[in-house]
Each structure stands twice: as structure tokens, then as C-alpha cells.
């Protein structure tokens, strides 16, 4: 079963008896350090277990979250099962009999959330914004063909050029024999040397048909199962030369290339991680483009900064994209009927005029929101650009 296709199973999730867990959890190299992803997942599990009671759920229905948060930490907990990705969405519900993994291959925030129907948003988003990745790792002679995606990470093909097959040297017949050339075109003796030369250019020739043979492939490829990013990996050299065959398209879709010396012992794992670290600096360049856009339009009107200007953007349906510093966390309150999100517990602020609701971290809830609203979400984690946010702030579509 394909990503959309296991993502509307997870959209015709109903019931009336269990609620569903979902969990987003960022699994990047800082994340992996000394298992810090496991710290993390402790303490949101621990938090979950604290707000069971208040959740207004039934026995049954409490017995199955902790059945889902104990099959979740031990999905976790086996490193086998977490490799490939820069984060993971989990969705079970064990009572409704509920299972659904998802690699990805970057997470804006670690999150989990007991409802009663799945958290996708951000699973969606994730989709539409990064696509797939295909990565093509070449030497002078073959081709492997990987592809990263929302469906999981794979090798799809091996291309090998039909006459790149030579692998014997040239073999001088110095000693036995010396051509002859003709006097009209100078006469003598000609060096070896230019036999040889002659080889070698034969040997380059198949090499650049290899390398056309395997850019045909590709392309074709791509028009069969369209892809939105290109990695080349291989030696520095060949992935000068390779580029040059590569056919537009593809190229205006290159996401970069890393140097590896032999794709034979290329291990799958380090293929991928290079390929995400790739795309984990295009975000970095993101970050540091919307920072820029920010700090000009906040001079403008067109943009502001700190949670109550934002609540008040978004509850307008004026953000355009969302920007929110790595790590910023606050309490809120949400309003009970119109779902509008509220810094302060004040019967005004809320469109009917109710006593609007404290929700643990109203940054989530924000995120969720402007997603919902279809908006750009980028969260920042440069050190020098988060202190141009106050926690959180965002570029308008119109002056407030």
C-alpha cells in the first residue's frame, strides 16, 4: 500500500470506543546523539500519561492508549526499525486494531497526541513540500538507482552500459613488429604510443556512452515515476563528467552530490543519510531566505513577531507562512466552539464569548493551525536567526 493510500485509511479512522495515538518524533544526527530521541519520547509519554485522566476517557479506552504507548516506546527502542529517516510518524490504536508507520525524511517537532482521530497535518505537509528523491551513484562502468520517499527508501535499478565491458590493458607488440605508414603522409616509423592512444580514447568513448546510456535511463525513469529531487553520488571526477549527460529536467531538480569512492560496497544506510544531509542543507538555505523575508517585511507591516500578534494573524487568516523558533515552547488556550487559539484566559478574546480552554503548548496547536490554513510552516534552528523571533512570528498575506 502506497503513502496517499495508507494516509486515507488513517482519514477513515472513526470510533467511538478507542482513541488513536499519533506520534511525530525527530530522529536528525542531533537527535541520534547518545539516544537523545529516547529522552525525548520518554518525556512526551510521560506527559501523555499525566493528561489521560483529564481527557475524559473511559477505562477501555485508556487500557488501549497505554497499550499504544507501550508498543510505540518498544517500536522506538529497537534501532533496527528507526534507520533511513530524519524522523517517524506512528499512529496506533490497539483497541480499533490500528498500526501505521511512517519514515520521513526531515519532522518540524517532536509530538504526541491522544484523540480521537489521527494527527496527519504535518504528515501531509511533509508530502507536498519535499516529494521523493532519487539517487543515481556511478563509476565509469555501472549505476545504482536509489529512491528516498514518504513509502520508504529503496534501490529500484542497476545500470550497466552493454559495450562498457572491456577490461583488459593495451598490450604493446613492441619487439615483434613496427607499422609502416605510407610516405605521402611522412613515411617512417610510427611510436607505439599512438596505439595506445587510440585505445584510450576507444576506453573514454565507452565510458561517455555509459554515461549517456545511463542519463537516458534515468529520464525515462523520471517519466514513468516522477521524482522532485536528484542526488548523484560517485567519484568527484565522473560526477563532473556524468552532470554534463544529465537532461534538463533533471537537472533543474538536482538537490546536489556527495563523493563516494566505490558504489560496489556503498552501504544502503550511509547512501541515504547522505542523500537527507543534502536536503537537510536546502532547509538550512530555506531558514536562512524566510529569516531574510521576515526581518524586511516586519519593517514593511507585512509581517509580526511574538505569540499574541501571531494568534491574532492566524485567527484572521492572514499568515502566509509561519515562522517558529526550534524548541519554543508555551501554554495557551484554545476557544471551546470556534477552535480559535488565545494567549490569555479571557472571555472576550474568544468569537463566542466562552471561556476558552488551556492547552499544554500553544505553539503545537499554532503550527497545527496554520497548516490547516494552508501557510508556509518553517521552523528555525540557527542559533543567530532564532534570536530574530520572538519564540514565534509570521509574514502576512496583507497588513493587519
Known amino acids: ?74 517500536y522506538i527502542e529497537n534501532t533496527d526499525q528507526i534507520t533511513g529517516c530524519r524522523g517517524i510518524a506512528l499512529f496506533s ?25 489521527p494527527l496527519i497535518r504535518q504528515l501531509v505537509t511533509i508530502s507536498d513540500e519535499f516529494g521523493d528523491i532519487a539517487v543515481v551513484i556511478i563509476d565509469r562502468k555501472k549505476a545504482r538507482l536509489f529512491r528516498i520517499g514518504l513509502n520508504g527508501a529503496s534501490e529500484v535499478a542497476g545500470y550497466f552500459y552493454p559495450e562498457a565491458t572491456r577490461s583488459t590493458k593495451f598490450r604493446s607488440q613492441e619487439g615483434k613488429f613496427k607499422q609502416r605508414v605510407s610516405p605521402a603522409v611522412g613515411g617512417g616509423e610510427v611510436p607505439h604510443g599512438l596505439g595506445e592512444y587510440g585505445f584510450q580514447r576507444k576506453i573514454e568513448n565507452e565510458i561517455q556512452q555509459h554515461f549517456r546510456y545511463v542519463s537516458d535511463k534515468l529520464f525515462g525513469y523520471y517519466k514513468e515515476n516522477k521524482f522532485d529531487w536528484l542526488v548523484i553520488g560517485g567519484a568527484e571526477s565522473v560526477i563532473t563528467d556524468f552532470s554534463h549527460h544529465i537532461h534538463t529536467y533533471l537537472k533543474e531538480r538536482s538537490l546536489g552530490s556527495f563523493v563516494l569512492e566505490d558504489i560496489d560496497s556503498a552501504k544502503f544506510d550511509e547512501i541515504v543519510e547522505k542523500s537527507l544531509e543534502l536536503l537537510d542543507s536546502m532547509e538550512r538555505r530555506n531558514e536562512a531566505r524566510i529569516i531574510k523575508e521576515f526581518e524586511e517585511k516586519l519593517h514593511l507591516g507585512f509581517a509580526v513577531n511574538g505569540l499574541e500578534s501571531s494568534l491574532k494573524a492566524l485567527m484572521m487568516g492572514q499568515v502566509r507562512a ?26 472576550s478574546l474568544c468569537p463566542e464569548g466562552k471561556t476558552p480552554i488551556p492547552v499544554v503548548d500553544i ?17 528555525i534552528f540557527d542559533q543567530d536567526a532564532k534570536k530574530k523571533i520572538e519564540g514565534i512570528g509570521a509574514i502576512l498575506r496583507f497588513k493587519l
Open 363 to 379: 505553539v503545537d496547536e499554532a503550527i497545527e493551525e496554520a497548516l490547516g490554513q494552508g501557510a508556509e510552516v518553517e521552523v
Open 93 to 117: 490504536s490497539t483497541g480499533a486494531d490500528v498500526w501505521e508507520v511512517f519514515k520521513l525524511p526531515l519532522l518540524y517537532r517532536n509530538r504526541l497526541v491522544v484523540d480521537w482521530s
Open 1 to 74: 500500500m502506497n503513502f496517499e493510500s495508507r494516509v486515507n485509511k488513517l482519514l477513515e479512522f472513526k470510533s467511538k470506543e478507542y482513541p488513536i495515538t499519533s506520534l511525530y518524533l525527530k530522529l536528525g544526527p542531533q537527535e541520534r546523539e547518545n539516544f537523545k530521541y529516547r529522552i525525548t519520547l520518554k518525556n512526551l509519554i510521560k506527559e501523555q500519561r499525566d493528561r489521560l485522566d483529564k481527557g475524559g476517557f473511559t477505562k477501555q479506552a485508556i487500557e488501549s492508549v497505554e497499550s499504544d504507548l507501550k508498543k510505540i516506546a518498544g
Open 322 to 347: 509561519l515562522i517558529v523558533a526550534e524548541g519554543f515552547i508555551q501554554p495557551g488556550f484554545i476557544c471551546p466552539e470556534s477552535g480559535v487559539l488565545v494567549w490569555e484566559k479571557r472571555d
